[in-house]
């Protein structure tokens, strides 16, 4: 037995068993295209491309509202949408695109490189000649540079790339940067570790902290993001390649911000007092 009156139209009829729900008063959901065709025809509502073009008159006291991130799709255009996507993203040139920037890992062949960009420091907090060698002979896959190699004209030769930013690390067994770490084994050459009260002095191979011992650019390129791109590939590639549970940094106050960006915590004053001291403890922990 039907529970509607005869003067209900057909489209409030139930569907199914079920009654169409809808928030607007006298708008029924159309169940089959011959449906659509003939309110179409009636001029209850217009249809492109399946879309209505006009649902509710303008007097209408109840609007339908819009969804505020609606938007509508021309369908005559759909075949330009993979051309849209294939577009490359629209990005502003920056100074460090213009270096044509690439990172690799340190070998010693690069040691008079690292000097050079190491007169980024103050005379006393430099990394010697002799550090370096030590460094990047015993942990050159802890030691990462960001080179520039200009575009070249029409037959000119290819420039040696020129290192333009470094960081310089080795390995320690202590949570923190220390003294000791930072130093040159006396006998490095000869001995493969050098242990003074305890600690193991400068790289220690066993140690799950990365110690970074210089983060410096070129003066003439600081400014242009040298410093932030190196240190974030770098800490992706320890991240990534899991050989390290933290690494650590000593640094003044004005870039303790600067570190803290990439995810490195304060950890408080330093006790090491190389070039002078006044270093605060900056960890970034990988477990
Ligand atoms: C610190 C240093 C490595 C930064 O290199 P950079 O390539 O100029 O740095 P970036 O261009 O990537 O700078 C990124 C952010 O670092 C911060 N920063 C850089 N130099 C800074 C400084 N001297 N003081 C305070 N914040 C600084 C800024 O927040 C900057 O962001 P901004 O560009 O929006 O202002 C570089 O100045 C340097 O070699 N200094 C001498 C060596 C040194 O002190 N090393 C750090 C040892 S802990």
């Given at each position: 037995?039907?529970?509607?009156?005869?003067?209900?139209?057909?489209?409030?009829?139930?569907?199914?068993?079920?009654?169409?729900?809808?928030?607007?008063?006298?708008?029924?959901?159309?169940?089959?295209?011959?449906?659509?065709?003939?309110?179409?025809?009636?001029?209850?509502?217009?249809?492109?491309?399946?879309?209505?073009?006009?649902?509710?008159?303008?007097?209408?006291?109840?609007?339908?509202?819009?969804?505020?991130?609606?938007?509508?799709?021309?369908?005559?255009?759909?075949?330009?949408?993979?051309?849209?996507?294939?577009?490359?993203?629209?990005?502003?040139?920056?100074?460090?695109?213009?270096?044509?920037?690439?990172?690799?890992?340190?070998?010693?062949?690069?040691?008079?490189?690292?000097?050079?960009?190491?007169?980024?420091?103050?005379?006393?907090?430099?990394?010697?000649?002799?550090?370096?060698?030590?460094?990047?002979?015993?942990?050159?896959?802890?030691?990462?540079?960001?080179?520039?190699?200009?575009?070249?004209?029409?037959?000119?030769?290819?420039?040696?790339?020129?290192?333009?930013?470094?960081?310089?690390?080795?390995?320690?067994?202590?949570?923190?940067?220390?003294?000791?770490?930072?130093?040159?084994?006396?006998?490095?050459?000869?001995?493969?570790?050098?242990?003074?009260?305890?600690?193991?002095?400068g790289h220690d191979e066993y140690g799950s902290t990365?110690?970074?011992?210089?983060?410096?650019?070129?003066?003439?390129?600081?400014?242009?993001?040298?410093?932030?791109t190196l240190m974030k590939s770098y800490i992706q590639?320890?991240?990534?390649?899991?050989?390290?549970?933290?690494?650590?940094?000593?640094?003044?106050?004005?870039?303790?911000?600067?570190?803290?960006?990439?995810?490195?915590?304060?950890?408080?004053?330093?006790?090491?007092?190389?070039?002078?001291?006044?270093?605060?403890?900056?960890?970034l922990d990988f477990i």
């Open positions: 037995m039907s529970n509607y009156t005869a003067d209900e139209s057909a489209a409030d009829q139930p569907i199914n068993g079920f009654k169409p729900s809808s928030s607007v008063e006298a708008f029924s959901l159309p169940a089959t295209g011959d449906d659509l065709s003939r309110l179409s025809a009636r001029g209850d509502f217009s249809m492109a491309n399946g879309i209505p073009l006009e649902e509710m008159s303008d007097d209408d006291d109840e609007e339908e509202e819009v969804d505020e991130d609606y938007v509508a799709v021309d369908h005559a255009d759909i075949n330009e949408v993979p051309y849209w996507f294939r577009r490359p993203a629209v990005h502003q040139r920056t100074k460090l695109d213009n270096l044509h920037p690439f990172v690799q890992v340190l070998t010693v062949s690069n040691v008079d490189d690292c000097v050079s960009v190491e007169t980024a420091f103050p005379e006393q907090e430099r990394c010697t000649r002799e550090k370096f060698v030590y460094r990047l002979d015993r942990c050159p896959e802890l030691c990462l540079g960001l080179f520039t190699l200009p575009i070249l004209g029409e037959n000119q030769p290819k420039p040696r790339p020129t290192l333009i930013g470094h960081i310089v690390a080795t390995r320690t067994s202590t949570p923190f940067v220390t003294d000791k770490s930072m130093e040159l084994p006396a006998n490095w050459q000869m001995e493969r570790r050098t242990v003074e009260n305890g600690e193991t002095v990365i110690a970074i011992h210089s983060l410096a650019v070129l003066p003439e390129h600081q400014g242009k993001q040298v410093a932030s590639r320890i991240r990534e390649a899991q050989i390290a549970e933290r690494i650590s940094i000593i640094s003044h106050d004005h870039l303790v911000p600067f570190y803290e960006s990439f995810g490195f915590e304060n950890r408080g004053p330093s006790n090491c007092q190389f070039g002078g001291g006044g270093w605060t403890n900056l960890v």
